[in-house]
Each structure stands twice: as structure tokens, then as C-alpha cells.
């Protein structure tokens, strides 16, 4: 098969359909399925867990992991980065990295206190998957599009992911629910059921993953490698990425308005990607659900009107941007967010925190596919993509890092995320400060 031109409408797709193909992840296992089967276990003093011989607060302890992990990603996307851009073929490192996540969700299905590390590296691979494919499939996006056209196709595929994830979750949602219709066994005792219920959490795990790994191929197929080198991996550009960063920060010096964009997205990123990985782990212990079963129910049906809503939002952004500019737009879409953390403090009905799922799914597609959008068309004229990317990558990687370890430090402490939550605020507000100090026209500093 020969390339696909820049801009063609195939390989636009195709570039898209990927989000289709790996949101599933976000869904089902971050945000939704696995946070409910995460609140089913024995914990200690129904929150507590021993691991590394101390007692952790269960939400804490996934805090923390997942900080370590989006610091692992933070470290090595770099150093693969410079690979694929001297190779010449980011497409393999995002193939490694969708597979590796994959590979992961299986090994949710055995996720287990009684072995606890092992559960914790396996949900540590299905994290690091993710978000390591993220900034090969990220930098593909000025190769393949024309300046044009990237508001509309970047949000296009924030849109597609949202809906192939919801397609999804319909059907783990009736298998947690209506086990029986599976063929799995509900017996005739509540907690018979409640296992059945269980054991159908575990199970969606593995479709999950067997979703992510056969939707791919088609963007696989049609992507191309990369820019050919024809250069072959040799010792001494393992550090290539390194240098590449090294090159992109020396840059920003001469771009006032990338400069300060990246300033305003490292900072205000930091809290909407902390809300977001953590957002199903509140809903599932601050909110006072009537039982087991209304919560799976309440909890899913919030997801699935975040989902569904950010299909809207973020099509919504994308002609906002083109009104009103890309900059002004994400000003209102971060005071949204301010204010939802304010509100966020004091929900406790299942009612609140629908209103609640509502508005974070308006402003949740939005902020993702704009900023995407926006820093892209800030780039300089450079066909090294892969290391613009990769620094933004970074950036938003050792924001999340920071984000998530203030957030799990405080529910630690306090006991409540309620606190983190409200903490979460600071960040929002200095990002609208710089946004403000963002040039509307590229400017050499």
C-alpha cells in the first residue's frame, strides 16, 4: 500500500479512529469499571490497604501509583522519541506501547489484594500503554494534517473515542448488571450475584483489552512510519531524545507565544487530568449512594453522561475556537473548571454529582482536543514533530505527576478528597492568569 497524502480524508481518519480504538482504556478501566471492582475489595477498615509496610488509604495508594507511572512516562517517552525520529518509525514504539497495554488489562482480570504488586504492575502496564502510545499518536497529528484542518480533526477524534468507549461500556454495563444474560452463574443468594457482578468486572477487563488491540490495526495499517532515515539503532542515540528536548526548550526562547502557552497548559493540565483519573474513585467513596447496586449503576450512568456530553462539548470548543480563538476559548473552558471544583467540594447527592458529570463532560472534551490543537499550530515550521511532541508529552506527564501526588497527600492526610478536590482550584486559577499573558500574534523573544 502506498502512503496516503497529508491531508487526505482516509488517512485523517485513520489517524482518528485510533481514539476510537484506545479510549475504551479511559473508560471501562480508569474511569468507571475498575474504580467500582477497585471499592469491592476487602480493605482494611474499609478503606485501608498494607503494602510496602505501611497502611495506605485506598485512593491514596492509586494516586501514587499512577503518578510513579505517568513518571516513568515522562522519563522514557524522550529517550524513544529520539529513536523513532532517528529511525525514521514512530509507528512501531506506538504499536509496542498499545500492546503493552493491552497486555496489561488482561492482567486486570486477576487483580487481587492477596497479590497485591503483581495487580499493581499490571494495572501499571495498562496505564503506561496508554499514555506512552499517546505521544507517538499526538505527534502524528501536523504530518498528517494541514494547520486547517487539525481544530476539526482533533477534536473529530476526541469525538470518535468518546463513542467507541460509550459502545463499550453499554455492554460491560449489561454484563455487571444482567450477568445472567452472559452465562455467567448469579445463583440464588444476594451475595451469589454480587460475585456474579464481580467476576463480569473482571471480564470486561479482557475486552477492553481485546478491543484496543484489534481496532488499532486499522490505524496501524494506514499511518505512515514516519519520516525514512534509513538509519539503524545504535548506542549512541539511546540519548537522541534527551537531546531533542534539550533543543525544543533552547527554542522556546525565540517563541514568546509557545513559550507561554506551554506555561498556562503545564499548569492548569496538572488539575484536569488529576480530576479526571480520579473523578470515578470520588464518586465511589464521597457520594451517598443507597446501595451497592445503585452505586455500580449511579457511577457508570455518571461516566456514560460525561461521555456523551463531551462529544457535544467538544464540537462545541472547536467552533468556539474559530470564533472567538483558540486562547479566549480556553480561558472560559478553565473557569468552568475552576468553578467545578468549588462545587465539587460539597456534593453528596447522587443528583449533585450527575449535574456535576454533566459539566465536566462539556468542558472535558474541550480543554483535551484544544489544547492538543492549539499547541500544534504554534509550532514552528519543523518536520521533527515527534520531539515537539514529546516535550509537550512531558510537560503534561510531570504535571500529572505533581497533580496526582499533592492530590493523594492530602486525601491521605485529611481523609477526604473532598480537600484535594477544592486544592485542585490554585492550579486552575494561575492557568487562566497565563493564558491572559498568552500573545495573539507569534512574537520573537
Keep these: 500500500m502506498g502512503d496516503l497524502k497529508k491531508g487526505s480524508k482516509k488517512l485523517l481518519n485513520a489517524w482518528a479512529f485510533y481514539d476510537w480504538a484506545n479510549s475504551v482504556y479511559t473508560l471501562t478501566i480508569a474511569s468507571t469499571i475498575f474504580p467500582i471492582f477497585y471499592g469491592t475489595l476487602n480493605f482494611i477498615d474499609d478503606n485501608k490497604v498494607d503494602i510496602f509496610g505501611v497502611q495506605l488509604k485506598n485512593?491514596?495508594?492509586?494516586?501514587?501509583?499512577?503518578?510513579?507511572?505517568?513518571?516513568?512516562?515522562?522519563?522514557?517517552?524522550?529517550?524513544?522519541?529520539?529513536?523513532?525520529?532517528?529511525?525514521?518509525?514512530?509507528?512501531?514504539?506506538?504499536?509496542?506501547?498499545?500492546?503493552?497495554?493491552?497486555?496489561?488489562?488482561?492482567?486486570?482480570?486477576?487483580f487481587s489484594l492477596d497479590y497485591i504488586y503483581l495487580s499493581l504492575l499490571f494495572y501499571f502496564f495498562g496505564l503506561l500503554g496508554y499514555w506512552g502510545s499517546l505521544v507517538f499518536y499526538n505527534s502524528y497529528l501536523p504530518d498528517i494534517a494541514f494547520e486547517e484542518q487539525q481544530d476539526k480533526i482533533s477534536a473529530k477524534?476526541?469525538?470518535?473515542?468518546?463513542?467507541?468507549?460509550?459502545?463499550?461500556?453499554?455492554?460491560?454495563?449489561?454484563m455487571v448488571m444482567k450477568p445472567e444474560w452472559f452465562g455467567f452463574d448469579i445463583g440464588t443468594t444476594e451475595a451469589e450475584r454480587n460475585a456474579a457482578s464481580i467476576l463480569a468486572m473482571r471480564t470486561s477487563f479482557i475486552t477492553v483489552g481485546l478491543w484496543w488491540v484489534l481496532f488499532s490495526q486499522y490505524s496501524f495499517y494506514h499511518?505512515?512510519?514516519?519520516?525514512?532515515?534509513?538509519?539503524?539503532?545504535?548506542r549512541n542515540v539511546i540519548f537522541n531524545g534527551i537531546n531533542e528536548l534539550k533543543f525544543v526548550w533552547k527554542s522556546l526562547t525565540h517563541n514568546l507565544r509557545l513559550k507561554r502557552f506551554l506555561n498556562a497548559f503545564f499548569v492548569y493540565s496538572m488539575a484536569v487530568q488529576t480530576i479526571m483519573l480520579v473523578a470515578a474513585y470520588f464518586g465511589e467513596q464521597e457520594i451517598n449512594w443507597g446501595s451497592q447496586s445503585e452505586k455500580t449503576m449511579g457511577l457508570i450512568v455518571s461516566i456514560l453522561i460525561i461521555q456523551i456530553v463531551?462529544?457535544?462539548?467538544?464540537?462545541?470548543?472547536?467552533?468556539?475556537?474559530?470564533?472567538?480563538?483558540?486562547?479566549?476559548?480556553?480561558?472560559?473552558?478553565?473557569?468552568?473548571?475552576?468553578?467545578?471544583?468549588?462545587?465539587?467540594?460539597?456534593?453528596?447527592?447522587?443528583?449533585?454529582?450527575?449535574?456535576?458529570?454533566?459539566?465536566?463532560?462539556?468542558?472535558?472534551?474541550?480543554?483535551?482536543?484544544?489544547?492538543?490543537?492549539?499547541?500544534?499550530?504554534?509550532?514552528?515550521k519543523t518536520a521533527d514533530t515527534t520531539s515537539y511532541f514529546s516535550f509537550f508529552d512531558v510537560a503534561e506527564k510531570i504535571g500529572i505527576v505533581i497533580g496526582m501526588l499533592i492530590f493523594g497527600i492530602i486525601d491521605q492526610i485529611t481523609g477526604s478528597m473532598r480537600n484535594s478536590i477544592l486544592f485542585l482550584f490554585i492550579f486552575f486559577l494561575i492557568g487562566i492568569i497565563l493564558l491572559f499573558k498568552v500573545p495573539k500574534q507569534s512574537i520573537e523573544a
Excluded: H
Aim: charged share 10%.
Design 157 to 174: 477524534g476526541f469525538s470518535m473515542g468518546y463513542i467507541g468507549s460509550v459502545t463499550l461500556l453499554i455492554l460491560n454495563l449489561a
Design 59 to 110: 485512593t491514596a495508594l492509586i494516586s501514587f501509583v499512577t503518578a510513579f507511572t505517568f513518571l516513568v512516562v515522562a522519563f522514557t517517552s524522550p529517550l524513544l522519541s529520539g529513536i523513532a525520529d532517528y529511525v525514521g518509525n514512530k509507528k512501531m514504539f506506538m504499536r509496542f506501547f498499545c500492546y503493552l497495554g493491552s497486555f496489561g488489562c488482561f492482567g486486570l482480570y486477576w
Design 223 to 234: 499511518l505512515p512510519k514516519g519520516v525514512p532515515t534509513g538509519n539503524k539503532i545504535k
Design 310 to 380: 463531551a462529544v457535544f462539548g467538544a464540537i462545541l470548543t472547536s467552533r468556539s475556537s474559530a470564533k472567538f480563538g483558540n486562547i479566549n476559548t480556553l480561558i472560559g473552558i478553565n473557569m468552568v473548571w475552576m468553578s467545578l471544583c468549588f462545587y465539587g467540594y460539597f456534593v453528596e447527592t447522587p443528583v449533585q454529582f450527575y449535574i456535576t458529570a454533566s459539566l465536566v463532560g462539556f468542558v472535558m472534551g474541550g480543554i483535551q482536543s484544544l489544547s492538543r490543537s492549539t499547541y500544534s499550530k504554534f509550532l514552528p
